[in-house]
């Protein structure tokens, strides 16, 4: 079993959104700028050798912990980067896409480095 990990962030974008109107319907936007989040909640699982036991089947145990608390799996809370977009107003429609890529490392404290990374699809209706 490969470790698991979940981190759940609250975000708050920051973004200019420009648009260039094809018809008195139709749009398309651009969009970019900045994101923040904060981790709410997260845990992680991985398997740890039980050398204790004498059982060859049974020495391997699941180990949850959560996150974002003080062990050897901290991550950082915050979290900020750039978000970048492309979308296309159809009527009151919105089809879209979007990319965040963070710019800080969520995992100072280890050898190697993270950074959150999300592509997204976004529908919607514009009242």
């Given at each position: 079993?490969m470790?698991?990990?979940?981190?759940?962030?609250?975000?708050?974008?920051?973004?200019?959104?420009f648009?260039?109107?094809?018809?008195d319907?139709?749009?398309i936007?651009?969009?970019?700028?900045?994101?923040?989040?904060?981790?709410?909640?997260?845990?992680?699982?991985?398997?740890?050798?039980?050398?204790?036991?004498?059982?060859?089947?049974?020495?391997?145990?699941?180990?949850?912990?959560?996150?974002?608390?003080?062990?050897?799996?901290?991550?950082?809370?915050?979290?900020?980067?750039?978000?970048?977009?492309?979308?296309?107003?159809?009527?009151?429609?919105?089809?879209?896409?979007?990319?965040?890529?963070?710019?800080?490392?969520?995992?100072?404290?280890?050898?190697?480095?993270?950074?959150?990374?999300?592509?997204?699809?976004?529908?919607?209706?514009?009242?």
């Amino acid at each position: 079993m490969m470790p698991v990990t979940n981190l759940n962030y609250l975000e708050m974008p920051l973004l200019a959104v420009f648009q260039i109107p094809l018809n008195d319907k139709i749009n398309i936007e651009f969009q970019t700028g900045l994101y923040f989040a904060y981790g709410v909640n997260g845990k992680s699982e991985f398997e740890r050798f039980d050398f204790s036991s004498s059982d060859i089947d049974k020495n391997t145990i699941i180990e949850k912990q959560p996150t974002f608390k003080d062990n050897n799996l901290e991550f950082e809370r915050f979290d900020c980067g750039i978000n970048v977009g492309f979308g296309l107003n159809i009527h009151n429609f919105y089809i879209g896409i979007s990319d965040e890529v963070g710019l800080k490392n969520i995992t100072p404290t280890h050898y190697y480095k993270y950074h959150h990374n999300c592509f997204s699809v976004n529908i919607g209706y514009n009242f």
